[in-house]
């Protein structure tokens, strides 16, 4: 499984061959490409410059915030910051094994320390 954060769908928009590489490897081999539906509120635009970035979305699925919107406001309290999103997708990326592509490594890194789960992510900076 992949875990994409803004970072990522706006490296995806920008054409970034290095990340459109990762998400057509992981298509190819079947994994699960997830975003967290708050990432998609924070990027989604409905531009025509979007484009790439709706083909994109069209391999992936969505990790809805209503499931765990207590622990992400948990895990905010936890790690002292107010970013939900950035919540959601460290509370989404520590679920199971995966690749984390992100373009905020260290913030990521600490809530995913404050997460206290079993699993952690191999984060990629994107």
């Known amino acids: 499984m992949i875990v994409l954060d803004a970072g990522a769908l706006i490296a995806l928009e920008r054409n970034d061959r290095p990340m459109w590489a990762a998400l057509k490897l992981s298509a190819l081999a079947t994994e699960d490409i997830v975003v967290p539906t708050t990432v998609l509120a924070q990027v989604w635009r409905n531009r025509p410059s979007q484009a790439l970035l709706s083909r994109a979305l069209a391999h992936c699925t969505f990790a809805s915030f209503d499931d765990v919107a207590r622990a992400a406001g948990e ?26 592509y992100t373009s905020d490594v260290a913030d990521m890194k600490r809530l995913i320390e404050a997460c206290r789960r079993r699993r952690r992510p191999i984060i990629v900076r994107c």
């Open 75 to 100: 895990l905010c309290g936890h790690a002292k910051t107010t970013d939900i999103c950035d919540a959601h997708v460290a509370w989404v990326a520590t679920e199971r094994d995966c690749i984390l």
